[in-house]
């Protein structure tokens, strides 16, 4: 019997969890039988989807982690491996956007923040990621899976928003140079790059006819992406089914940037 996707006896770990894609990739892998952690700064974002988390039946936390910051980063993942004893899979999917008027107003502590949790906060998170799994592998214990959620901007050109999209070209970077490096210890490493999707951060731009009318009237399928589009992407790659798989950046954005 053909079962890869099956999550048994795994434990999948989601930065950014409490909402949108990050939810969406978490609630997906608890429903493959994952037990599933979730990062988030929001209380009461974390508990609302820890409810949605425990109706499938896995064990579920979730965690306030800040990963801005390396020592919170450092300190949440052991205390991920307190609770759970492992990592099978890391997803880093915490981030942040601005809206700038114009290239020429970026700067600031605004600026700081997109890099703090953009960049330095998922390199810190797949960092101990790896620190982990090479550990596991070097006592014998071979494997593990890496995501990065980058974004469909890490590619073309997107104005007003450069800070955003130069942390998501770097990160698919990042992950590329992991995949490379820790692959003779079993572990894979890809990138997932999102198209418009209908999230808390692209709430304003949903409710903007012009956008609507000028960019998701682009969109071959007609309509915004959803969060749990994102559920199948996030199972395969914490399983056996995406075994060699590793090094990609993978688009799911509707063939937007193939019209």
Same mark, same amino acid.
């Given at each position: 019997? #053909?079962?890869? $996707?099956?999550?048994?006896?795994?434990?999948?770990?989601?930065?950014?969890?409490?909402?949108?894609?990050?939810?969406?990739?978490?609630?997906?892998?608890?429903?493959?039988?994952?037990?599933?952690?979730?990062?988030?700064?929001?209380?009461?974002?974390?508990?609302?989807?820890?409810?949605?988390?425990?109706?499938?039946?896995?064990?579920?936390?979730?965690?306030?982690?800040?990963?801005?910051?390396? +020592?919170?980063?450092?300190?949440? $993942?052991?205390?991920?491996?307190?609770?759970?004893?492992?990592?099978?899979?890391?997803?880093?999917? &915490?981030?942040?956007?601005?809206? !700038?008027?114009?290239?020429?107003?970026?700067?600031? *502590?605004?600026?700081?923040?997109?890099? +703090?949790?953009?960049? %330095?906060?998922?390199? !810190?998170?797949?960092? *101990?990621?790896?620190?982990?799994?090479?550990?596991?592998? *070097?006592?014998?214990?071979?494997?593990?899976?890496?995501?990065?959620?980058?974004?469909?901007?890490?590619?073309?050109? &997107?104005?007003?928003?450069?800070? #955003?999209?130069?942390?998501?070209?770097?990160?698919?970077?990042?992950?590329?140079?992991? +995949?490379? *490096?820790?692959?003779? #210890?079993?572990?894979?490493?890809? @990138?997932?790059?999102?198209? !418009?999707?209908?999230?808390?951060?692209? %709430?304003?731009?949903?409710?903007?006819?012009?956008?609507?009318?000028?960019?998701?009237?682009?969109?071959?399928?007609?309509? !915004?992406?959803?969060?749990?589009?994102?559920?199948?992407?996030?199972?395969?790659?914490?399983?056996?089914?995406?075994?060699?798989?590793?090094?990609?950046?993978?688009?799911?954005?509707?063939?937007? @940037?193939?019209?």
């Amino acid at each position: 019997m #053909y079962t890869p $996707f099956d999550l048994t006896g795994r434990v999948a770990l989601v930065t950014g969890g409490n909402g949108g894609i990050g939810l969406g990739m978490a609630e997906a892998m608890a429903q493959a039988g994952a037990s599933v952690e979730i990062w988030g700064t929001n209380p009461e974002k974390n508990g609302r989807a820890l409810e949605r988390l425990k109706a499938h039946g896995t064990k579920v936390h979730a965690r306030i982690v800040d990963v801005s910051t390396e +020592a919170n980063v450092v300190a949440g $993942f052991n205390e991920t491996l307190a609770t759970f004893g492992r990592v099978d899979a890391c997803f880093a999917n &915490a981030g942040v956007s601005n809206r !700038w008027k114009s290239f020429l107003d970026i700067g600031g *502590e605004d600026y700081r923040r997109v890099m +703090a949790i953009n960049l %330095d906060g998922m390199i !810190w998170t797949m960092r *101990e990621a790896c620190r982990h799994v090479k550990a596991r592998a *070097e006592a014998g214990d071979p494997g593990g899976s890496i995501a990065a959620v980058a974004s469909l901007g890490a590619l073309f050109g &997107a104005a007003r928003n450069q800070d #955003y999209t130069a942390t998501k070209a770097a990160i698919v970077a990042v992950t590329n140079g992991i +995949a490379v *490096e820790f692959a003779r #210890y079993g572990v894979r490493a890809n @990138s997932i790059l999102p198209g !418009w999707i209908a999230t808390e951060m692209t %709430d304003a731009a949903q409710h903007n006819d012009v956008f609507t009318k000028n960019v998701i009237a682009r969109v071959p399928f007609r309509r !915004w992406g959803r969060p749990d589009e994102f559920g199948g992407i996030a199972v395969y790659l914490a399983s056996d089914a995406s075994s060699f798989h590793t090094g990609d950046s993978i688009l799911i954005d509707g063939a937007f @940037s193939k019209f």
